[in-house]
């Protein structure tokens, strides 16, 4: 099967968990392409996609969102699949006791759903590299606040992204 795993990403962490989603995938025979959503060409050429977004604010990267919305006619009419990357820091639950990846989904994410109806959408931990910030970021995360917000490191779950590629070939193959 021809796969699609189109992407946006501000400082390569969701990047690096298309890649990797795509290695695993390929791992299982299917043919892959992973771009970032502006480098996509024809979609016809593919039989599935996979769309990603870094997270920032509860909101996709504008440009995945655009992407979802000029292409979902096409997307509709084949099995989708969405992740967001996003939460950072150690703990999974916020301090009400509530899943991370639950409080994080995207605020479009009702919106994209009702268009494409993907069969999942998951959201994996991000990454935080300090050096990487634009100067707002900076700014913000020097902040007492904001330094908790935004806590340093590589919060990727490389094992759950390696098992939401089992999930999605499942999902494809014949039975």
Do not use: C, N
Request: glycine share 8%; no cysteine.
């Amino acid at each position: 099967m021809r796969i699609l795993i189109a992407y946006a990403s501000k400082h390569g962490a969701t990047g690096g968990i298309a890649e990797r989603l795509g290695h695993r995938l390929a791992d299982r025979g299917h043919h892959v392409e992973v771009v970032p959503v502006w480098s996509t060409g024809d979609l016809r050429e593919f039989d599935a996609f996979v769309v990603g977004s870094a997270t920032y604010l509860g909101h996709w990267r504008r440009e995945a969102t655009d992407w979802v919305r000029r292409h979902h006619v096409v997307l509709a009419d084949h099995p989708v699949f969405f992740f967001s990357s996003g939460p950072l820091g150690g703990d999974r639950t916020d301090a009400s006791g509530r899943d991370l990846r639950t409080v994080s989904e995207p605020r479009e994410m009702p919106e994209l759903v009702a268009a494409v109806h993907p069969r999942d959408h998951h959201v994996f931990f991000g990454r935080l590299d300090p050096e990487a910030l634009t100067a707002p970021e900076r700014l913000i995360r020097r902040t007492p606040a904001g330094h908790q917000m935004l806590p340093s490191g590589d919060f990727r779950d490389w094992a759950d992204v390696d098992e939401w590629a089992a999930l999605i070939d499942d999902q494809l193959v014949p039975a």
